[in-house]
């Protein structure tokens, strides 16, 4: 792959966190590596000495110690620290290299001004909240939801919650009320904590229909609060406490409830491709190891420096963010529309907040470069030292802006991962250089592998990527699935024993990592995993609509691609344009807009295996030039016949292609 765009600088040991850790395994384990590799090798080979270093280089604080680090390295199952207690929160709160007075967490947004948030304030707001919980008589255990965007007490609710050993769970409040109740009717929050709405950009978007509707789906709710953000005046919903309530002055102290290393902290969802979206459960320790060694080693995020990331409370990214002052990181969030007043808006915050790491997705960054913009011609961007993209494939023209436009001293790091594992496997790190194109490295502790279609690992070719050892971060479980099927199901059943994450992936003999995106049927908008089952509860839920089927073509060049829509209708109808609206104006409602396809084509059958699965694999492969019988096994369809349509649309379609045409 592509040119070196930036070299680590001669004395990077001397300046970087993951040097200082190389000299403390030197001095306390007698461990000398000669270079990136041979460190990664012993980390996913030696999993006790590495992650037991890691443990004690960042002195966790724990309530009773570990009896050993990894009793059972069999996947899943593998049982890490055990006898371990200890406390997210409390590793997070002490904020190492802090003082009282400076500012831990500095929120901007389009809904109210500035906030900043001093590590003193910071701790008092948790302190507040944990014993506004359990006044209302949250323990250890329950879970505490939150339709939040990222604004600081959404930060503050996850610390409080999980100060009390409760459990945490957040959804966007751009969600609709279906991708909402979807979720949280499975874990069946105690508490919900509900934002009355929210401005995107300069338009204000009430929310209190969707809290009504949402309070409504939950029997299990005992209590609500409500934050008055889109208008301040605002009384909370009837029979709700307000925001000031929860957090009432009181005497009680700040105190932590010790759990175990995989107690529940938080449960995030997988996209719902195929049904209900997962609930998957990450647990204090693992969550806490994994962003202390990714946040400290590989972004090189310490007291010094002030760390964004754009992202939604929807989304993984915010819970990686949020970790960040456990490094002793000033963590900057945003609420609003990244594109208003225009695409500038978030390289001006970077200088405002004197932001030095910037992380964002990889399709912002191509808007951005589309669109023309010279970031560093309209900001000040002299603090920034790393930039970081995810949530889709930066090809090598993003690499390639990112150093004439942004700056030519910054580290770019490419990174992928997944909520499944609330962390990115493979990205960058201070001690190797960036190439065009090409994510740098696998992470310390992550045995990330490619395997060929037969299972074999394979070097400079594409393959399934896999993770061979297990991770403390890879998930405690599902929710509400005792003996651990659906969590086998989900990532052990193609290759037993070993994690098979959904990716494609080529590893060059280098370590340097490409990945060409899902090798399944999740889809990816604007870099956000888009779950196809969720689309067609909304669709399919239309009288007009029998059947759906809906697919994601990427772009080429790295933009953001075309979301086609395809669908069945009753007998007799036609597909106009009053319908479209109809079908867009129920995704955009229930899910989201991101939700809302490019086009939308009528056609007779959606392909379907014999077990009545739609083929979504398939019909892509069509629509991007693969021949029908490569693309689909006929004899696994119950409808082979089915898949002309969408072969006679591929040929005649074109880029401006008429979406009044049906196939």
């Not at 590793?91 to 500035?114: C, S, Y």
């Not at 990214?317 to 945003?334: D, E, K, R, Y």
Request: aromatic fraction near 8%; hydrophobic fraction near 40%; proline fraction near 7%.
């Amino acid at each position: 792959m592509g040119d070196v765009l930036w070299t680590p600088p001669a004395d990077v040991l001397q300046r970087s966190r993951i040097g200082n850790y190389l000299r403390w395994l030197r001095e306390h384990r007698g461990l000398d590596f000669a270079d990136y590799d041979e460190l990664w090798r012993w980390s996913v080979t030696d999993l006790d000495a590495f992650w037991r270093s890691i443990w004690d280089h960042f002195e966790v604080v724990a309530h009773t110690p570990p009896t050993a680090t990894l009793t059972d390295a069999g996947m899943p199952g593998a049982r890490w620290f055990p006898g371990a207690t200890l406390n997210y929160a409390q590793n997070v709160l002490r904020m190492p290299g802090r003082a009282d007075d400076d500012p831990v967490v500095i929120a901007h947004g389009q809904t109210r001004a500035p906030v900043t948030l001093t590590a003193a304030e910071l701790r008092e707001q948790v302190r507040r909240v944990a014993a506004g919980l359990r006044r209302l008589g949250v323990v250890a255990g329950d879970r505490v939801a939150a339709y939040a965007p990222n604004i600081p007490e959404t930060y503050v609710l996850l610390l409080a919650t999980s100060s009390l050993g409760a459990i945490f769970s957040s959804c966007a409040p751009e969600f609709g009320t279906r991708s909402v109740t979807d979720r949280w009717q499975q874990i069946e929050p105690k508490v919900l904590v509900a934002v009355d709405g929210y401005r995107y950009g300069d338009k204000p978007v009430d929310r209190r229909g969707e809290v009504a509707a949402i309070r409504a789906a939950l029997p299990s709710l005992e209590h609500t609060v409500g934050i008055a953000y889109l208008d301040p005046a605002a009384t909370p919903p009837e029979g709700a406490l307000g925001w000031d309530e929860l957090t009432a002055e009181t005497d009680e102290p700040l105190t932590f409830t010790p759990v175990p290393f995989d107690h529940p902290l938080y449960v995030l969802y997988s996209s719902g491709t195929t049904g209900l979206p997962k609930p998957i459960v990450h647990g204090h320790g693992g969550i806490l190891l994994e962003h202390l060694k990714m946040l400290a080693l590989h972004h090189d995020l310490g007291p010094s420096d002030r760390f964004f990331w754009f992202t939604t409370t929807g989304w993984m990214m915010w819970n990686f963010l949020v970790s960040g002052p456990a490094v002793g990181a000033t963590i900057v969030l945003f609420d609003g529309n990244p594109g208003h007043p225009d695409l500038g808006a978030l390289w001006r915050l970077a200088e405002e907040t004197g932001t030095t790491y910037f992380g964002t997705s990889a399709p912002f960054l191509l808007a951005c470069r589309k669109a023309g913009l010279r970031p560093a011609e309209i900001a000040d961007l002299s603090a920034l030292r790393g930039l970081g993209s995810t949530g889709a494939p930066l090809p090598a023209e993003g690499f390639t802006w990112v150093y004439e436009t942004v700056g030519d001293r910054l580290q770019l790091q490419s990174l992928s991962g997944g909520t499944d594992v609330c962390t990115g496997f493979v990205g960058g790190v201070p001690l190797l250089p960036v190439h065009a194109g090409e994510i740098t490295c696998r992470a310390l502790g992550a045995k990330v592998e490619a395997r060929s279609a037969d299972g074999t690992p394979v070097v400079g070719e594409l393959g399934e990527l896999v993770i061979t050892a297990p991770m403390p971060s890879m998930p405690v479980g599902f929710w509400n699935d005792p003996d651990g099927r659906r969590y086998r199901e989900a990532y052990f059943e193609v290759y037993p024993g070993v994690w098979r994450h959904g990716d494609w992936i080529t590893i060059n003999s280098r370590g340097g990592c490409v990945i060409t995106g899902r090798s399944d049927a999740t889809l990816n908008r604007g870099g956000v995993r888009l779950g196809t089952a969720e689309f067609y509860s909304v669709v399919e839920g239309l009288d007009e609509v029998v059947d759906s089927v809906v697919v994601h073509l990427e772009d080429d060049e790295g933009g953001a691609g075309e979301l086609l829509l395809f669908v069945v209708l009753a007998e007799g109808l036609e597909l106009d344009d009053d319908l479209r609206r109809a079908i867009c104006r129920e995704l955009r409602t229930s899910l989201s807009p991101r939700h809302v396809p490019d086009e939308i084509h009528q056609v007779r059958a959606v392909p379907r295996t014999l077990s009545a699965k739609k083929l979504e694999v398939p019909v892509k492969k069509i629509l991007t030039g693969t021949p029908v019988d490569r693309a689909a096994a006929k004899g696994a369809l119950a409808n082979p016949e089915s898949l002309t349509a969408f072969a006679t649309f591929a040929q005649r379609r074109t880029p401006d292609a008429n979406s009044a045409t049906p196939a």
